[in-house]
């Protein structure tokens, strides 16, 4: 199995323009997570889903939106970039429920740039 | 969550048990210490979890203090793969979203 994907790899944005990030999973796990990783600040939660149809916001939700229609799929927009959104973005999923569990499963990551 | 307090930076010795310490003074009876690993440019990487008892897994041992104060993460033969930053991570197991709260992290270097 895949595990969890992300796309794109990376992206140069320019400031003012809207994106979306895309995360999938194929292990079927009901929730899934959004962060972001800057140097010297470690990771934050931006946004999570307990499961599909329900989302929630993190540590810094402001400037990104996200949806939940189904199981697998998390995307995440950002209807307006700015310069200060310039990080790493990694999503996660974990299935609590079923393994008693809270490990979380990361993906590669999207390297995104807003000039 | 409670806070976690981690040394920034650790050697070890390839072949050498690695051990790194982690703080957390303030946890609370229903809180799960975790610990995660980032290598450089990855996703982070889930290591081992536990609540009281000493765990062991094929990755690594958790010890916990008896008074749960204070936990220790080691990697019994470190190579040199394992260099990587480790995380230390208290919350509670609530059968809600895992929100975990990453702090700076121990930066651990294997060498030859």
């Known amino acids: 199995t895949a595990g969890i994907t992300q796309a794109p790899t990376s992206q140069i944005l320019a400031a003012g323009r809207s994106m979306t990030l895309r995360c999938t999973q194929d292990m079927r796990h009901n929730a899934m997570y959004w962060y972001r990783q800057d140097l010297g600040l470690g990771l934050r939660l931006i946004h999570y889903?307990?499961?599909?149809?329900?989302?929630g916001k993190g540590e810094v939700p402001d400037g990104y939106s996200v949806s939940r229609a189904n199981t697998d799929d998390f995307p995440l927009t950002l209807a307006s970039a700015v310069p200060s959104q310039t990080s790493v973005y990694f999503c996660?999923?974990?299935?609590?429920?079923?393994?008693?569990?809270?490990?979380?499963?990361f993906g590669p990551g999207t390297r995104l740039t807003v000039l | 969550d409670a806070k976690t307090t981690q040394p920034p930076s650790m050697d070890c010795a390839e072949g050498r048990a690695a051990n790194l310490p982690c703080n957390h003074s303030?946890?609370?009876?229903?809180?799960?210490v975790y610990w995660y690993r980032q290598i450089h440019s990855q996703g982070p990487q889930y290591i081992i979890h536990g609540l009281k008892n000493n765990e062991t897994n094929e990755m690594a041992s958790l010890i916990i203090t008896e008074d749960r104060k204070s936990s220790t993460l080691i990697l019994p033969h470190a190579t040199l793969r394992d260099t990587a930053v480790y995380y230390c991570i208290v919350r509670v197991d609530n059968n809600q979203g895992g929100k975990l709260i990453f702090g700076q992290g121990t930066e651990l270097s294997v060498k030859p």
């Open positions: 303030t946890i609370s009876g229903n809180e799960y």
């Open positions: 996660a999923s974990s299935d609590f429920a079923t393994y008693h569990s809270d490990e979380q499963f």
């Open positions: 889903s307990n499961t599909a149809g329900t989302t």
